[in-house]
């Protein structure tokens, strides 16, 4: 059962505009839902978090909304830079920690 | 400053053999935990320690074994490797509610 999901394998996006990212989930005992960024031959990196008893956490360009009624979390990047290109995954951990499928963010300058 | 570290690198074993991939962190996690990455699949959860003496099943635990006789070390087996196997392999510890991963291990049985 595939508990964290990503729906869009890839996404494209010019270089100064938002990127968004999405992720939905279907256990409601997560307590914290994250981002990692993913180069290729690289394990992948923490980004940014957010706990089940927020609905925005922002870092810098990166801010992470959560809709608990909706399972459904979103990471925004503004604005997006060529350096961003990499996979990201949504993950979310209870016990454990789970992840998504991944999406593959292309920025074309 | 280490912080996770695999090995080894890369890895060709034949259908039948065995092997153990190592890791070991040095940030005093009690969390570890192993992930296997395959195209379309995203990282799946293979087993996972919530301390010394504690091992727990993920979400693909069949045909590994794991064992966690330290905090530092939680090396994952395979007793009998299969092509289903191929895949690369994340070790990870984490302190809530960040993981910090290794580099990773690229495993091939042929």
């Known amino acids: 059962d595939q508990q964290v999901k990503q729906n869009s394998p890839s996404l494209s996006v010019q270089e100064g505009r938002i990127s968004i990212l999405n992720c939905d989930y279907t256990?409601?005992?997560?307590?914290?839902f994250l981002w990692y960024k993913k180069y290729p031959a690289e394990g992948p990196t923490f980004l940014i978090s957010?706990?089940?008893?927020?609905d925005k956490n922002e870092d810098g360009r990166f801010t992470v909304f959560l809709n608990k009624s909706a399972k459904h979390l979103s990471l925004h990047i503004v604005p997006s830079q060529p350096g961003d290109s990499a996979v990201y995954f949504c993950?979310?951990?209870?016990?454990?920690?789970?992840f998504g499928a991944g999406t593959r963010l292309t920025v074309k300058p | 400053n280490a912080g996770v570290t695999q090995t080894p690198k890369f890895q060709v074993l034949k259908t039948g053999q065995s092997m153990t991939l190592q890791c070991a962190q040095d940030?005093?996690?009690?969390?570890m935990s192993w992930y296997r990455q395959d195209p379309g699949m995203g990282l799946r959860l293979i087993h996972y320690?919530?301390?010394?003496?504690?091992?727990d099943q993920g979400e693909v635990p069949n045909g590994y074994n794991v064992s966690r006789s330290t905090t530092e070390d939680f090396p994952l087996r395979l007793l009998s490797a299969a092509p289903s196997q191929t895949s690369v392999y994340f070790c990870a510890s984490a302190r809530e509610p960040e993981a910090f991963f290794g580099q990773g291990t690229r495993l091939t049985v042929v």
């Open positions: 320690s919530v301390g010394a003496g504690i091992t």
């Open positions: 940030m005093n996690h009690e969390y």
């Open positions: 957010i706990s089940s008893i927020k």
């Open positions: 993950a979310a951990s209870d016990r454990d920690m789970r």
């Open positions: 256990n409601s005992m997560f307590d914290y």
